[in-house]
């Protein structure tokens, strides 16, 4: 009884998520925003909204997470990366006949870390607690955007570039966080003008159904590819990303003393589908981004199925810790 509760929760909670996504999916399709207006929302997301988001709700927030280990999630951010990437590297590396191993790589390693823990968040846990848990995705962010766009390049270019492009640790969303952190750890939160303050947070509420008529909009474009479906490639990439690496982490974390926030956040990030980013990284770096399109598409679907399920079998909620 207490594990259907539990999934009618998470299924509500995705269905949420799936609406969402659905109206982006039909402004695109009805043709009533071309994809040049979709990328011009999606920067709006990401260059405006996003960081009042962060920045406003780190100011109201951090107060209730500045005794504890906040400093931490970029390094538990660093550590998903390697277990996801490393295992995607193996299963690539031992299965001679698979075609498009860096698309594969990429895939699994790189999940939807900002929007859909967000969003989801939002609609899982009361307002108290997921103000606590905004913070963390926002720290959690902090390594996450460098890593993506720095490790994206190399994977993907035909050169092999590994280079590191200094842009990428001063992102808007960077620099809100580290403005944000240093005054509330100043102690000075409550200085900034309410003039100023609310404005900002008007914009940031906007972030949420924003970003998942982008997403919803961005899995259109990737839907409309005609190139052949691959199967058997998306079955072991869904499997290895949206199962055994959440089982496994979850199992990894129960041996270890955390606190159960910290738990909570990597198995909820290790659950969600890839990054929306990737088929844009693929196509600036000459990979192949229909596949990846594709892929992007499928497993964002069946990852509104699998996260509910695993958060209910495994029982992954703050209570349980």
């Not at 405006?48 to 406003?56: A, E, G, I, S, Y």
């Not at 390697?82 to 031992?94: I, K």
């Amino acid at each position: 009884m207490q594990f259907l509760l539990s999934l009618k929760t998470n299924l509500l909670a995705m269905g949420q998520v799936f609406i969402l996504g659905s109206i982006g999916f039909y402004i695109l399709k009805r043709g009533i925003l071309g994809q040049c207006c979709l990328r011009t929302i999606s920067n709006l997301v990401v260059d405006v909204t996003l960081p009042c988001f962060v920045f406003t709700n780190i100011l109201m927030n951090f107060h209730l997470v500045k005794n504890e280990r906040w400093y931490l999630f970029p390094v538990y951010c660093l550590a998903l990366f390697a277990a996801a990437g490393g295992a995607a590297w193996g299963v690539a590396s031992l299965d001679r006949g698979m075609v498009r191993k860096k698309e594969f790589i990429s895939l699994v390693t790189f999940q939807n870390s900002g929007f859909l823990p967000i969003i989801l968040i939002g609609t899982l846990l009361p307002a108290a607690a997921a103000g606590r848990m905004y913070v963390y995705v926002f720290l959690f962010l902090l390594a996450y955007n460098p890593v993506l766009f720095t490790l994206g390049e190399s994977i993907y270019s035909q050169s092999g570039g590994r280079h590191i492009n200094w842009k990428n640790f001063f992102n808007p969303s960077s620099v809100a966080t580290v403005a944000s952190l240093a005054l509330a750890l100043a102690g000075w939160e409550k200085d900034v003008p309410k003039v100023v303050f609310e404005p900002m947070k008007m914009l940031g509420n906007t972030t949420i159904p924003l970003s998942m008529v982008v997403i919803g909009g961005i899995v259109t474009v990737n839907f409309s590819s005609k190139k052949k479906f691959p199967a058997v490639y998306a079955l072991k990439a869904s499997v290895l990303k949206l199962v055994l690496i959440p089982v496994a982490v979850y199992f990894a974390l129960s041996l270890l003393r955390m606190q159960p926030e910290a738990k909570y956040i990597i198995v909820l990030e290790a659950m969600m589908p890839p990054a929306t980013m990737l088929p844009l990284l693929a196509e600036k770096y000459d990979g192949d981004y229909e596949l990846t399109g594709q892929m992007l598409f499928w497993i964002t679907l069946l990852s509104l199925v699998t996260a509910p399920v695993l958060m209910s079998l495994l029982k992954v909620t703050l209570a349980a810790g």
